[in-house]
């Protein structure tokens, strides 16, 4: 075997830089730009009653919201929270101080949004009830009940139209529980699930709405869905599988109404990852063979 020890180094150097230009370039595609959406603090309708508002937190309900958004990955999220807002001010203003140093955040730098959405939140429950049990004294049966219903208006920020609308909805009713008190209201881990449920549709209809689900390959009986765990699926979910067509265009204001969609078949989800998911063709339900740049939706 050959030893390189008493060779001189610019001969070992050569080779090693040879054999690295004989290697192919590596090109990356740019990512493409996220669309920004903000979210505004929910407003509160005329159908939520006062006695209930002190249990509805609209800042926690922003807060899963906004994380809902972000788990998508698929959008930008720009906060509209006003104490991180502030926060933001305030690092701006110590960085025009003599104490920065080096480039730092300018005041007025904030992002502006291409959708807002703003939540309305329509009815909101959250009680209580409780009857006393039969020939016992002192002891009552108790359930908790809750409900929270909104719409979600999305808004273009350029032109000032509304671009859909979602409508939002949990409830929640715990099992009847035997207590010595009537008294009291839910613990507010039932308000978060609520929040947490309606932030989760919200999150699906608008990536629903800007980016609907596609097939990404298909082979044999298998297909793989741009969808991961941010898309809301889970394993035995039946979808509908439809082939674009001609683009449908308003004949008065020649706005296009998307494309004319033909059911082809059905799939079902065999497996979720994090960023895509497999379904298994149905062949009893479907038509046509499903390809690549097929749309997939929910029933």
Known sequence: MCRLSNAPNFLFITLMLGLLLLQPCQVYAQPIEKPRVAIKKPLVGKGVKKPVLKYL???KLLVE???SLQATRKFEVLTRQKETLGAIREEQEFAKSDFAKGDAAQEGQFENANFLV???VQDFKFYRSARPVPNISNKYIRRDSGLLEINAQVVD???GAIKT???LKSTFATKDEVVNSKRG???SVHFIKMAKRVSAQMADQLVDTVFPMRVLNSQGNQ???NRGKDGGLKVGDILNVYCPGEELVDPDTGESLGSAEMLVGKIKVTRVNPKFTIAEIEPKNTKEPIQKGDIVRKP
Do not use: D, G, K, R
Request: aromatic fraction near 14%; charged fraction near 10%.
């Open 57 to 59: 937190n609209l800042s």
């Open 223 to 225: 297909v793989w869905i």
């Open 165 to 167: 609308t979602f409508y």
């Open 118 to 120: 703003i939540p309305i």
């Open 185 to 187: 209201a839910p613990s």
């Open 157 to 159: 920020t350029e032109s």
């Open 65 to 67: 919201m906004e994380a």
